[in-house]
């Protein structure tokens, strides 16, 4: 071997974990710059937020339900308590004055939306979290609600789904 070689070999033996992590670091500098990546992440956060489709629950519902024994064709109306409701987050600024002889004071609350940024120009405020809606009562028609079984087993059904109690839930029977 020439002696080129064999300083090369040295070096190699000496620095080679050195030189390892130099070449994985330019790996992921290189691969994280990518744009397709950078698009990725942002469509996946835009997902993460859904909005609650009450006409869809209760078609769901209601295909549920005609699959109990008995029941026949179903359709459920569901009435809200309050809808959904999503809770953003925001700086309070509390500021209280006394006046000069210390007998009252006053206080005074200042609330600013958190606003986060993307980098883009495009700006949208910290979600902090979504309460779905609460459900105040149900009506179901039914084909099988002179059942008083089918009619013991939709009530569960609904009452369990929708977390309302059974002396909300009124089953009728569907005109033909």
């Given at each position: 071997?020439?002696?080129?070689?064999?300083?090369?070999?040295?070096?190699?033996?000496?620095?080679?974990?050195?030189?390892?992590?130099?070449l994985i670091g330019v790996v992921l500098l290189a691969s994280s710059g990518l744009p397709e990546k950078e698009s990725e992440q942002t469509e996946t956060g835009s997902e993460s937020v859904q909005e609650f489709d009450l006409a869809a629950f209760q078609q769901a519902i209601a295909e549920s339900l005609s699959k109990i024994d008995g029941a026949?064709?179903?359709?459920?109306?569901?009435?809200?308590?309050?809808?959904?409701?999503?809770?953003?987050?925001?700086?309070?600024?509390?500021?209280?004055?006394?006046?000069?002889?210390?007998?009252s004071t006053s206080e005074s609350y200042q609330s600013a939306m958190s606003i986060l940024s993307d980098g883009s120009y495009g700006e949208s405020p910290v979600l902090i979290k979504s309460n779905y809606p609460t459900f105040r009562g149900a009506v179901v028609l039914c084909d099988g609600a002179d059942s008083s079984a089918v009619r013991l087993e939709i009530t569960q059904a609904v009452s369990a789904l929708c977390g309302i109690s059974s002396d909300r839930i009124s089953i009728s029977k569907m005109s033909q």
């Open positions: 071997m020439k002696s080129w070689q064999t300083g090369l070999i040295r070096l190699w033996e000496k620095y080679k974990y050195f030189i390892a992590v130099i026949g064709r179903v359709e459920v109306l569901l009435s809200l308590e309050s809808g959904e409701e999503s809770v953003y987050a925001s700086d309070v600024n509390k500021s209280s004055q006394t006046s000069s002889d210390g007998s």
